[in-house]
């Protein structure tokens, strides 16, 4: 069965930092110094940190970085040690019979086949028509790496964990939704994720069974 190939990726990188970019995997390219040096401007709590360089983990306990994506309109955010790499939803992914309806398809990544999983269908969202800028984000599950589609992926924030509570359980999520960050100067509140919330034990025996 031949497998579509995905496009360009965000690759994560983890030796002690973690890149979020569009280009292509590839030789990385050299960073000329900075002649005037100035030191770079320090992110306020609630803004997203620089996209264009590489982010290195905090050893602050005051903080936390991850990721966040959107979907149906809500933010979401993920640990960022959890994202394995971020790539660009194919044009058409293949299917495989008999699997579960939020199972997408599978995909070619780089020689291997990633499962790949419609995030809207898994929450019971509304379908959405696929767009240039929807993401597929790479999480390794029960050690089964698998692919989420979300409507789009925008920056690494920087949270203060003053701000993060426990979520209500609602049973809506599975609990996969297990805190709140209550942002409350952007006048934002991020959905965090638990990762290995994302999928019950029996649905990862499903995804194995599709790669």
Not at 85 to 104: D, G, K, N, S
Not at 112 to 123: C, E, G, I, Y
Not at 142 to 168: M, N, Q, W, Y
Request: charged content about 30%; glycine content about 8%; proline content about 7%.
């Amino acid at each position: 069965m031949g497998h579509h190939r995905c496009g360009a990726s965000r690759r994560w990188r983890h030796r002690g930092h973690h890149r979020l970019t569009d280009a292509p995997a590839g030789p990385r390219a050299r960073r000329r110094p900075q002649a005037d040096g100035k030191s770079r401007r320090q992110v306020a709590p609630g803004q997203s940190a620089r996209r264009d360089r590489p982010l290195r983990r905090s050893t602050d306990l005051r903080w936390r970085f991850e990721p966040i994506f959107r979907l149906a309109g809500e933010e979401y955010g993920v640990p960022i040690d959890a994202v394995h790499e971020i790539v660009r939803v194919p044009e058409q992914l293949t299917r495989v019979p008999r699997t579960p309806a939020f199972i997408e398809g599978v995909v070619n990544l780089r020689g291997a086949v990633l499962p790949v999983v419609d995030q809207r269908r898994r929450f019971r969202l509304p379908d959405a028509e696929r767009n240039d800028r929807q993401r597929i984000m790479v999480f390794l599950i029960e050690g089964v790496r698998t692919g989420f589609i979300v409507d789009s992926v925008s920056e690494v924030l920087k949270i203060p964990r003053s701000a993060i509570g426990p979520a209500p359980d609602l049973g809506q999520d599975g609990g996969a939704v297990d805190r709140i960050a209550n942002l409350a100067e952007a006048k934002r509140i991020i959905l965090m994720l638990n990762v290995d919330r994302l999928l019950a034990r029996e649905e990862v025996a499903d995804l194995r069974r599709a790669a």
